[in-house]
């Protein structure tokens, strides 16, 4: 089957899931042929390459999958934005300024059939990065090739779909934010889809253990390890005790997990962690499971490489660090990924654009068709130095292991997981700032010559579409006037009363969609019955900077100094707007501050501007602190200066930090914001003094 881009003026070709293996085979086949030179060995076939993607709308969404398949990209990756992560409709007061900001927004059935229009979804492999809606986000997918496949029953077309959702929520109590629900309401609906796919679509893998976020959030590879799988742990166990699997189908449980792993520039040390997960998982997966099939008990795994290093200085360096992150996940045979995307060298300063996401796909194209990599055999066996390394890694994971499954399991242990990741990520920023850790063209080598890469900063990132919130917010009208607000009711009454009960709560989604309910009805009524969860900071028993060192000690006596002349002690106000869930930086913000003998307020994640005006009055700080990495600042900040104006605070400094272009910046300090941090700004010991200054210039203390 072969379909064409519409609105274009140039045809691009789309292949088909089938039409890529065609054309993989007849340009490498699996067997040696006469014309092949002797020196030329068969290759084994590579990868699923995947570009992570999606943003503003459905439509442009499309467009951007159908170009990138056109390119020789073999998978799709959807990445959805924070309203939609989070089960909230673009008219919700949540999702105010992040509508299409981190990725597409579907908040209804109509959205699903526009992001795949034209995509034969029975002959496509998709991962959705998605967790806390999980659930809905499939059965819109199952509905929306039902409808593109009318010949065939439900049932036949479910069994043809293949791909993934991520579907991990520990991971998203620990290091990314986008819950919706409590722990024990998101493991049953983990578990319920678990059961749902493993009988009606066999191809889907229904979690991804994701520990891709949990190295972002500071892990070690040992953490990385343990704290996956324990999850993996948690997630088996919560599908075993559900009694919605047989014992002769569990097998067909674990054969179907996967993970979603993070690769970092210490490629050696990232080869010897895959091969530690391989052993590890074998080990658990048959002797704690019993599951005696070799293929079911493989480790199977995707990989988006290392974003926490990239750098918005010298960003050109950021392709070399690419590329070595990936030769950790390929060049080990036995403990190879089977997908791969990569980031774009300018993520650090933006969204990417088209251009720079082609390029992270060719560097996977280069590596598996132009290298000899996929003509031998693993390249490691049989090396000492890696089997000690595999070694150690293991010994450690098993030890962590064992620690968490003693607290009572991952759920019990979240918040002592969250204390550890943000200790060691405390840990890591403080290597590097003392340069013991060296990041090329940010601690040292910082000469540089001007960059043509960036040039014009303001054009080296594509922009979201201003009017996606705009054009949101009239899709949801018009999908809500054009349904039958019966079915509707009927449909969301229906899944109250399973979620209140033990029935499967796929099937209720399922009827849920078809009645054309929205996202955030969807998840609306099961909060409803689930209730409200707000997951652990970890700021509070985290370790910071063992020794203070003369710079710190400086900023100490500074902060006492001014607490002094301003009859207290400094108090910081560190708030994180709207529905970002990277915490990871505003939490070393809080740690840092409580180091330098700031009083600390740091309440979590996802606070509308209304609740952190009214925090600042009722702490009474001397400064606030905002965070927003999702691209919303240029909505969420001015309504926090608009809210400390009214709430007669508009002495109180605020500073910014977050992934912000240089114009927007400008914008900010115009409107008033005191000073502004993005990730070239390192040293958190340097911001904790130009805090005290901005403090004490707010107060006319010279």
Known sequence: MRTWRRGSTARVALATRTEVTDAYNSFYPRTMTENATPARREKDRPWVMRTYAGHST???????????????????????????????????????????????????????????????????????????????????????AEEQNPDLSPEEVAAQLAGT???????????????????????????????????????????????????????????ELAYALCTAIAVLDEVKNAGQVSEEDFGKVVGRISFFVNAGVRFVEETCK????????????????????????RFRYGVQVNSLGLTEAQPENNVQRIVLEMLGVTLSKNARARA?????????????RPWDQQWSL???????????????????????????????????????I??????????????????????????????????????????????????????????????????????????????????????????LRALAEAAKGT?????????????????GEWAGTLREVFGEF???????????????????????????????????????????????????????????ARDAGFEVVYQGLRLTPEQIVSAAVAEDVHCVGLSILSGSHMELVPAVLDGLREAGLDDVPVIVGGIIPESDGRRLVELGVAAVYTPKDFGLTEIMGGIVEVIRRANGLA
């Not at 895959?274 to 008990?297: Q, S």
């Not at 301003?566 to 708030?575: A, D, N, P, Q, S």
């Open 58 to 144: 459905a439509t442009a969404s499309n467009e951007l999958y159908r170009t990138n398949l056109a390119k020789g990209q073999t998978g799709l990756s959807v990445a959805f934005d924070l309203p939609t992560q989070t089960g909230y409709d673009p008219d919700s007061a949540m999702a105010r300024g992040e509508v299409g900001k981190v990725g597409v927004p579907v908040m209804h059935l109509g959205e699903m059939r526009k992001l795949f229009d034209g995509i034969p979804l029975t002959e496509m492999n998709t991962s959705m990065t998605i967790n806390a809606v999980a659930m809905w986000m499939l059965a819109m997918y199952q509905v929306t």
């Open 165 to 223: 959702t991520q579907n991990d929520i520990i991971k998203e109590y620990l290091s990314r934010g986008t819950y919706a629900f409590p722990p024990e309401a998101s493991m049953r609906l983990i578990a319920d889809m678990i059961a749902y796919t493993v009988h009606q679509i066999p191809k889907w893998n229904p979690i991804n253990i994701c520990s891709y976020h949990l190295q972002e959030a500071g892990a070690t590879p040992t953490q």
């Open 274 to 297: 895959m091969r530690a997960f391989v052993e590890l998982w074998d080990e658990i997966t048959r002797e704690r499971y019993g599951v005696t099939d070799p293929k079911m008990r």
């Open 340 to 352: 791969l995307q990569l980031p774009a060298w300018n993520e650090a300063l933006g969204l990417p």
């Open 362 to 400: 060719r560097l996977q194209q280069v590596l598996a068709f132009e290298s000899d990599l996929l003509e031998y055999d693993d390249i490691f066996d049989g090396s000492h130095v890696i089997e000690a390394k595999v070694a150690e890694l293991v010994a450690g994971a098993k030890a962590e």
């Open 402 to 491: 064992d620690r968490v499954q003693a607290m009572g399991g991952a759920i019990a242990a979240v918040e002592y997981m969250k204390g550890e990741l943000v200790s060691s990520h405390a840990a890591r920023r403080a290597a590097i700032e003392s340069g013991q850790e060296v990041i090329v063209g940010v601690n040292r080598f910082e000469t540089t010559e001007p960059s043509p890469l960036t040039a014009d900063l303001d054009s080296a990132i594509m922009v979201a579409d201003p009017e996606a919130e705009k054009t949101a917010r009239a899709s949801v009208e018009e999908w809500k006037a054009q349904r039958d607000p019966q079915q509707v009711e009927d449909a």
């Open 503 to 519: 029935d499967n709560l796929m099937h209720a989604t399922l009827a849920a969609a078809r009645a054309g309910a929205t996202t």
């Open 534 to 592: 707000r997951a652990p900071t970890g700021v509070s028993g985290a370790v910071g900077v063992a020794e203070a060192g003369a710079e710190l000690s400086e900023v100490r006596e500074r902060v006492k100094a001014t607490g002094e002349e301003l009859g207290g002690r400094l108090r910081l106000l560190v708030g994180k707007p709207g529905l970002d869930g990277h915490s990871n930086g505003a939490e070393q913000v809080a740690v840092r």
